[in-house]
């Protein structure tokens, strides 16, 4: 099975062979490494930018608005917040000129904690980027999920956010791409370049096929009737193991977002009426959380739905997040954090 990483650079090789993407570029993405992750590496039209993220965005949009299908990489995160100007007038860009300018491009980068980044690389900018109005929001937690959100992202003529989440790009998934090998050994032997001199070394791609995860619609992750978890990214696997440890206590179902804007609110919806029990999770801060915009509707819209109040799981209000595991462990949810609440949510009496 492939991991996130492989997944998407997949996806990226199907975009080059199949929807004329000409243009994957940003900040080492290009050969030797293929980017700090991997998630380029051996693309044939893949090549290293200087260390500019305001040219990196610039470039991408006057390549979308000649007629391109760029797809531009900022190397963390935690250095797109210089360039949220430009991705506004991404984001506006349709909508200002009458439908007459689009702008299909990609930005993907990897987000959250998780992997002891420490300060300057351990941030999430879900909040954020859901305020760019006009720009698609998306965030997979399994492979197969960010190869779908791939190529609709790069099919798509709006700009597109696509958000990484740093600790799941080495998790393997436990569902097959199209047409990639089923030995893990097998893939890795194809598409991952050796240790050493990778001068005259290509990949021998497999033959990926057209897979789309429609940008918009959430899935439930694992089926429940006491409780709903609505998250994405790192924090939807956890989510799904805190919910098969708790099944003797409850049917907790998760709602894995995918797409933070546009969002899946008929499903999650759904899933709450059902319920009547939510717990809104995710990794960003607890201020201006775009978990609390869910909260708010849940309450504006199923207010006569709900059992109990609706909580919000997050991050803590702090400037970073700390190098030490245990800082990083306390400043963000983490299973046993996510089984409290859970615990809590269900034992609320109705």
Partial sequence: MANMAQAIRLA??????????????????????????????????????????????????????????????????????NVIDLLKLAGNSAWTTG??????????????????????HSHSFDSIATKIHGMKVVCPST????????????????????????ALLRTRGDELIPGEPEGEKELKAMIDAPIGDRSKWKPK????????????????SHSGTDATVVTHGRMAPIALEAARALESEGSIEVVDMRSLIPYDWDLIKASIKKTGRVLFLNEETEITNFGEHLLRRTVDELFYELKVRPRLLCGKATPGVGLSSVLENFTQPQKPDVERALRELLADPA
């Fill in 12 to 81: 990226l090789h199907y975009g080059e062979e199949n929807l004329g993407v000409r243009e994957i570029f940003g900040e080492d993405v290009g050969p030797p490494l293929g980017g700090v992750f991997t998630a380029t590496q051996g693309l044939k039209h893949a090549w290293n930018c200087p260390l500019d993220e305001r040219g990196i965005i610039g470039a991408a949009m006057g390549l979308a608005w000649a007629g391109f299908r760029p797809v531009a990489e900022i190397q963390f995160v935690d250095y797109i917040f």
């Fill in 99 to 120: 439908g007459r300018f689009k702008t299909p491009m990609v930005v993907m980068t990897p987000t959250g904690s998780g992997i002891h980044g420490a300060v300057y």
């Fill in 143 to 166: 492979p197969l999920d960010a190869y779908g959100l791939m190529i609709s992202s790069i099919k798509d003529d709006s700009p597109v956010l696509f958000l990484k989440p740093k």
């Fill in 205 to 220: 791609w497999p033959k990926v096929t057209d897979y789309e995860v429609p940008l918009g619609k959430a899935k439930v």
